[in-house]
């Protein structure tokens, strides 16, 4: 019954890959997001949707691509994998609703996706 | 540009003192700050957050305090436990339209760690 599951948990690619992370989640949350965590250990946002719509899209590579098939899944997939890619990626969801009330307990996420290119 | 700062990367406290987390920004804009906890192969859980509009917000052994025109905030845990080992992300929360997506921005973490 984990609340944001994200698949695979590792990934270990070759340079040039095309690779996707799924993430799910059964909160009944209306937005997800990914972020990652680079060598510097700095959590950044790349992309989040709300209800399947795009509504935050970072400076990211268009090499990096979100999917949303339905407000419970927000997947990421990757093109022509770089070495420069490896990090851990965290999806994460939350209710907007709840934020803009100021009931702010933040974001829940999920255990991470540890992502190396070779 | 990193809005959010902790500048200190690691903390050792002993178990039953104080442990005190700090974290700096620079947006004038953020509304909310939160703190989060991230065990090893885990993804940060939320652990206490503060609205911009008030200086103190504590929760059993956990306190956050904000100072606002110092642009300043910490956590603090009393008494610290063994379990309170992990990493903490300051984090700040803001709407960059109003009616547009809520964004939250990270610090880089601290890594506590209570010894016996």
């Known amino acids: 019954d984990t609340a944001v599951s994200q698949t695979p948990k590792y990934l270990v690619t070759q340079m040039g890959n095309d690779k996707s992370i799924k993430c799910e989640q059964n909160l009944g949350h209306d937005t997800m997001y990914w972020y990652k965590q680079d060598s510097k250990k700095f959590l950044k946002i790349m992309f989040s949707y709300n209800n399947k719509e795009l509504i935050i899209n970072e400076t990211v590579p268009n090499r990096f691509s979100p999917k949303s098939p339905d407000k419970a899944h927000l997947n990421l997939h990757i093109n022509s994998l770089e070495l420069g890619d490896s990090a851990v990626y965290f999806c994460?969801?939350?209710?907007?609703?709840?934020?803009?009330?100021?009931?702010?307990?933040?974001?829940?996420f999920g255990s991470g996706t540890r992502l190396t290119v070779v | 540009d990193q809005q959010v700062k902790q500048n200190s990367p690691s903390l050792s406290v002993q178990e039953g003192r104080i442990s005190i987390l700090n974290c700096d920004y620079t947006?004038?804009?953020?509304?909310?700050f939160l703190w989060y906890k991230k065990y090893p192969a885990e993804g940060p859980t939320f652990l206490i957050s503060i609205s911009s509009i008030k200086d103190k917000n504590e929760d059993g052994r956990f306190t956050v305090f904000l100072n606002k025109s110092a642009k300043h905030l910490s956590l603090h845990i009393v008494p610290s436990q063994p379990g309170d080992s992990a990493v903490y992300f300051c984090?700040?929360?803001?709407?960059?339209?109003?009616?547009?997506?809520?964004?939250?921005?990270f610090g880089q973490g601290t890594r506590l760690t209570i010894n016996p």
């Open positions: 947006n004038s804009m953020f509304d909310y």
């Open positions: 984090a700040a929360s803001f709407r960059p339209r109003l009616q547009g997506a809520q964004k939250l921005v």
């Open positions: 994460a969801s939350s209710q907007d609703r709840l934020i803009r009330t100021g009931l702010h307990r933040g974001y829940t």
